[in-house]
């Protein structure tokens, strides 16, 4: 008996872990257990207090994630596509990882791909990546979270276009309107993200946490509130251990070494 592929092959690259999606034959197409093995994934790593950055990345060259497999659409009824959307949802578990979580966008990257994307904190593109929402042509609208993710990263202009018109844009594009943050060449988009990764990993994980927090909550809270949540950040940073390695390092002239408390 041929035992089935691992769906998420892990990584680990000092306190970097990758994560690549693992079904190149079908684009790396969002089907229920390739979710489900995602979230555990995420799951184990939130337990890990020496992951400090993961990259989210599809394997093969073609792909980061076409899209939700569309297989599973076609003998579901409403009902049952209503179960299927019930309990923990991957793109808020990515969303509500600790960490900072980078998508190395190695390929197309479309439908629940860039919700996929849109949910990491930074993205960045390989120069032959293409990006859409074309739920339009099928009759829907996204369900990952594009509708209310999509204009928080590049204004409801811009997402508009995507949602309404379902086309696709270039990697060019893509960093134009802000969608990512960076370009790259093919074979430099997975090794740009691990770089990036690890400069953060070098950071307090205590601040960076804290920074991303304060960072995502800036987009629903008018800014007096946004201030006082960022006040009541910085001081529970200032009463870190990461805090006082970071002074004393600094004062000695030397590279500071968190301890992630």
């Given at each position: 008996?041929?035992?089935?592929?691992?769906?998420?092959?892990?990584e680990r690259i000092g306190a970097v872990e990758v994560l690549t999606l693992n079904r190149p034959d079908k684009r790396n197409a969002l089907n229920t257990p390739l979710r489900e093995e995602l979230v555990r994934a995420l799951d184990a790593l939130a337990e890990d207090s020496t992951v400090r950055a993961i990259v989210i990345t599809g394997a093969g060259e073609k792909?980061?994630?076409?899209?939700?497999?569309i297989t599973e659409f076609a003998g579901r009824d409403v009902a049952e596509q209503v179960a299927a959307m019930q309990g923990?949802?991957?793109y808020d578990v990515v969303a509500a990882v600790e960490c900072p979580v980078i998508a190395a966008i190695n390929g197309v990257?479309?439908?629940g791909g860039l919700e996929l994307a849109l949910a990491c904190d930074i993205r960045i593109a390989s120069s032959g990546a293409r990006f859409g929402q074309p739920e339009v042509n099928l009759g829907l609208?996204?369900?990952?979270?594009?509708?209310?993710?999509?204009p928080r990263v590049i204004g409801?202009?811009?997402?508009?276009?995507?949602?309404?018109?379902?086309?696709?844009?270039?990697a060019a594009e893509?960093?134009?309107?802000?969608?990512?943050?960076?370009?790259?060449?093919?074979?430099?988009?997975?090794p740009r993200a691990i770089a990036v990764a690890e400069r953060i990993a070098l950071n307090s994980p205590v601040?960076?946490?804290?920074?991303?927090?304060?960072?995502?909550?800036?987009?629903?809270?008018?800014?007096?509130?946004?201030?006082?949540?960022?006040?009541?950040a910085f001081l529970a940073c200032f009463g870190a251990d990461d805090r006082a390695e970071g002074i004393a390092a600094f004062l000695e002239k030397r590279s500071p070494r968190f301890p992630g408390r």
């Amino acid at each position: 008996m041929v035992s089935e592929p691992d769906l998420v092959l892990r990584e680990r690259i000092g306190a970097v872990e990758v994560l690549t999606l693992n079904r190149p034959d079908k684009r790396n197409a969002l089907n229920t257990p390739l979710r489900e093995e995602l979230v555990r994934a995420l799951d184990a790593l939130a337990e890990d207090s020496t992951v400090r950055a993961i990259v989210i990345t599809g394997a093969g060259e073609k792909a980061f994630v076409a899209g939700a497999d569309i297989t599973e659409f076609a003998g579901r009824d409403v009902a049952e596509q209503v179960a299927a959307m019930q309990g923990r949802r991957v793109y808020d578990v990515v969303a509500a990882v600790e960490c900072p979580v980078i998508a190395a966008i190695n390929g197309v990257c479309l439908g629940g791909g860039l919700e996929l994307a849109l949910a990491c904190d930074i993205r960045i593109a390989s120069s032959g990546a293409r990006f859409g929402q074309p739920e339009v042509n099928l009759g829907l609208i996204p369900g990952g979270g594009a509708t209310q993710r999509l204009p928080r990263v590049i204004g409801l202009g811009a997402a508009l276009r995507l949602l309404l018109t379902g086309d696709l844009v270039d990697a060019a594009e893509a960093l134009r309107v802000g969608l990512v943050e960076e370009i790259t060449d093919p074979a430099g988009c997975l090794p740009r993200a691990i770089a990036v990764a690890e400069r953060i990993a070098l950071n307090s994980p205590v601040a960076v946490a804290a920074a991303k927090r304060a960072a995502a909550a800036a987009l629903g809270l008018p800014l007096a509130a946004g201030l006082d949540l960022e006040r009541a950040a910085f001081l529970a940073c200032f009463g870190a251990d990461d805090r006082a390695e970071g002074i004393a390092a600094f004062l000695e002239k030397r590279s500071p070494r968190f301890p992630g408390r």
